[in-house]
């Protein structure tokens, strides 16, 4: 359930891109999957630090605060993807 809740957390996130300029990496397609992978690996990272174990929170384990840890992950992978997108514009 806490990946799943990463996922859905990462959608969100996503979502907000229609108010950026279009210039990342993949366009729509690569902000979407920043965020999605983004989301996931610091899910991962921040209840394996919490739990002291690298596993997916189940049913039980998961709250809003679990599904909250993908936030920090989903906007550093968007603006990874953004700022790679911008890069190759100015090469180019």
Do not use: C
């Not at 996130?13 to 983004?38: E, K, N, Q």
């Not at 550093?76 to 993807?81: E, K, N």
Request: charged share 10%.
């Amino acid at each position: 359930m806490g990946l799943l809740g990463w996922v859905i957390m990462g959608l969100a996130i996503w979502h907000f891109t229609i108010w950026l300029p279009d210039r990342f990496w993949g366009g729509i397609v690569g902000a979407f999957l920043g965020s999605l992978i983004g989301g996931i690996i610091t899910g991962f990272v921040i209840y394996a630090i919490k739990s002291s174990t690298l596993k997916v929170p189940g049913e039980k384990a998961t709250d809003i605060g679990v599904v909250l840890y993908a936030i920090p992950g989903a906007l550093i992978g968007m603006a990874v993807v953004y700022l790679i997108g911008i890069r190759n514009d100015q090469s180019a």
